[in-house]
């Protein structure tokens, strides 16, 4: 299905040449005036320009435009780095008569290479001719680096008796991790709402979504993901109800449709693995167990092989640093097929039976720990040959 357009929203994509000719590598995002906004960043020390500018920008004023560039991720560029960020809405800004505080920007490639600002400039005006309503598969294309298809997702509810519009890009298929992940999102509403509405809608979306994926463990310097609020369908999101449910349940599944996507096109992948830990005593030590899995390269690169080597997973349960943990109490599941229970191998358990779970290109893992109540979910890949010749020839 195509993404469904949002009153008040425009995008527009073109070939700026930033690192590659002929390919879409910058994006312009208009928001009509009076939109409201709130982001989730990477939290990584290293966090590139466009991030600090962006966090800068948002703190001063509602953005109204948002310039995306691929083929750079404007990261370990010190001062400069920062400058040019700066020069790229100041650009913007004075071609659209904005403030430059109302222009976010965000970048995305290889990290430690001076900006092409120039080429970033010069984009611009074709960028803006391009504008339109319906720029949502442009603009999802225009964002991409590594990533083998572009990815979006739309939601359509009724809120105060109208119609309402959620519509989401992203772009992430390696360095994936929370917090975020390589990725950038950019999700819009025609509902009104204001920051006390949005920043708790998003942060419970992207935790349930983009922070419950991994590739490969690396977390990027560029990840951020923003929420607009155009208000031009006419319905408002109250601060909670029914009608607030609604909208915040609409959020959360167009970042988790992104989300899953992301996985699906992980760099290289092969298997679509869901990580699901239960019986915890708190969230944190299932998320920690569901790491220790899904970080494994032993495990990771069992499951490219179809291999049934529980042992792998087992010995990542037994290192993921939970206190105390009774593993004659642990249970471990491949689908419906328990592997582990009692601290060693289920009985009737087959090597035939774990093949072919293993053969499928989506495989649940579930941990039963039994020690609590708590659980936690994360999506993540197989570790494959592609994934090393993609990252080893990505500067190349």
């Not at 001063?60 to 700066?86: K, M």
């Not at 109208?162 to 999102?185: N, W």
């Not at 599944?253 to 290289?268: F, K, M, P, Q, Y």
């Not at 093949?355 to 936690?376: C, F, K, S």
Request: proline share 5%; charged share 20%.
């Amino acid at each position: 299905m195509e993404p469904l357009t949002v009153a008040g929203i425009r995008l527009g994509a073109t070939c700026a040449g930033i690192k590659y000719p002929d390919r879409r590598d910058l994006v312009v995002i208009e928001a009509a005036a009076g939109t409201r906004a709130a982001a989730v960043f990477t939290r990584n020390a290293f966090c590139a320009a466009p991030v600090i500018v962006a966090r800068t920008h948002l703190a001063a004023a509602s953005p109204r435009y948002l310039v995306i560039n691929t083929g750079n991720a404007n990261a370990g560029t010190g001062r400069q780095g920062l400058v040019d960020a700066e020069a790229s809405c100041r650009a913007l800004a004075e071609r659209v008569g904005c403030r430059p505080e109302e222009v976010l920007p965000f970048s995305t490639g290889v990290i430690g290479e001076p900006l092409p600002l120039f080429r970033v400039v010069t984009g611009l005006p074709a960028a803006l001719a391009a504008l339109r309503p319906d720029g949502w598969t442009e603009a999802a294309h225009g964002i991409m680096t590594t990533d083998t298809r572009p990815k979006w997702a739309s939601r359509r509810l009724n809120l105060d008796g109208r119609d309402v519009t959620v519509t989401g890009i992203a772009k992430g298929a390696g360095m994936i991790c929370p917090d975020m992940a390589t990725l950038l999102a950019f999700v819009a509403t025609d509902a009104a709402a204001d920051e006390t509405v949005l920043r708790p809608v998003l942060a419970d979306a992207v935790a349930e979504s983009f922070n419950a994926i991994t590739v490969d463990g690396d977390t990027s310097t560029n990840d951020a993901c923003l929420l607009l609020a155009t208000g031009q369908s006419g319905a408002s999101v109250p601060g909670e109800g029914e009608d607030y449910a609604r909208f915040a349940t609409a959020v959360r599944e167009v970042c988790s449709d992104l989300a899953r996507a992301i996985i699906h096109d992980g760099e290289g992948a092969t298997k679509f693995i869901t990580v699901r830990v239960e019986g915890g005593r708190d969230v944190v030590e299932c998320r920690r167990v569901a790491y220790a899995i899904a970080h494994s390269p032993l495990v990771k690169t069992a499951f490219f092989a179809s291999d049934p080597n529980w042992g792998r997973i087992l010995a990542a349960v037994g290192r993921a640093g939970v206190a105390d943990l009774a593993i004659d109490r642990v249970a471990i599941h491949l689908d419906e097929v328990c592997i582990v229970r009692a601290g060693g191998r289920a009985p009737g358990y087959t090597e035939e039976q774990g093949q072919q779970v293993m053969a499928r290109p989506e495989i649940a893992i579930r941990v039963e720990l039994d020690r609590g109540e708590a659980a936690a979910r994360i999506w993540t890949t197989d570790l494959s040959f592609d994934y090393v010749r993609i990252n080893a020839e990505y500067r190349t």
